[in-house]
């Protein structure tokens, strides 16, 4: 089975893509346009939009060559059942948590805001895992849909650094998953923050997991998409199939 290389911090490591997934968090609307969340919490909204760029890039790599994408959004249902009293509670309360805002109720399950981005939204055969708490791990079926198709590495990119993607990481060494977060994939609204959180992942000799950038892993995985990799695509395609 094909290996590829992915320059990384601390070390470079070799990838076997068919048991590698993509996945991306929480690039909605709520956290990255005016009027949502981020916003209502006092936030610069523009200081993500760097992350979406590189995004695309390793998002449209990663499809071409058949990649499992998974996209998570946070959010609670319209009840707010399933959101602890002290997170809703936080703020101002005419922004909280289920407040109505420009992009309808905020981080609620269903509305506008709660959506995806147009610039990443996901294809219709792309999972989505709706999470109720910052980790992608917490209360969803997450995991579950890794194991059945045999993943054990994560390429992880998007928003915040230091809240949603640094919890999904920790949640998923625990579980023994790699994990390489894409630097320029992922942004927070304070850069101090965004740096801090990527120096803790690759501590200790990547204690947490990797850190790389993503231009890097576009060129590996474009370069498995020319004709001569036809092949190897399809042994992805027949791989996964048998995994189900």
């Not at 959004?73 to 948590?97: C, M, T, W």
């Not at 950038?213 to 199939?241: C, D």
């Amino acid at each position: 089975m094909p290996l590829v290389t992915v320059e990384a911090e601390p070390a470079q490591l070799s990838v076997e893509i068919d048991r590698a997934a993509l996945v991306i968090i929480d690039m909605q609307r709520d956290f990255l346009e005016a009027g949502g969340f981020g916003e209502a919490l006092g936030n610069d909204v523009s200081c993500l939009q760097a992350a979406v760029a590189p995004c695309r890039a390793v998002l449209g790599a990663a499809r071409s060559l058949g990649m499992l994408v998974i996209h998570t959004r946070e959010g609670h249902r319209p009840d707010l059942s399933d959101a602890p009293p002290f997170k809703v509670e936080r703020g101002d309360p005419k922004n909280r948590i289920g407040a109505r805002g420009p992009m309808g109720r905020i981080l609620i399950r269903g509305e506008p805001g709660h959506d995806i981005i147009p610039e990443l939204y996901p294809l219709a055969d792309e999972p989505v895992i709706d999470k109720p708490g910052k980790g992608a791990f917490y209360q969803t079926d997450l995991e579950l849909m890794l194991r059945n198709r045999g993943i054990d590495t994560l390429f992880v990119g998007g928003v915040t650094t230091e809240v949603c993607v640094n919890t999904t990481v920790r949640e998923a060494n625990d579980r023994g998953f790699r994990c390489i977060v894409l630097s320029d994939c992922c942004a927070s609204y304070f850069p101090e923050f965004h740096q801090a959180g990527l120096a803790m992942i690759k501590a200790q000799g990547g204690i947490f997991g990797s850190v790389a950038l993503s231009l890097p892993l576009v060129e590996v995985l474009t370069a498995l998409v020319e004709p001569s990799a036809t092949h190897f695509r399809a042994g992805i395609a027949n791989n996964r199939s048998a995994r189900y």
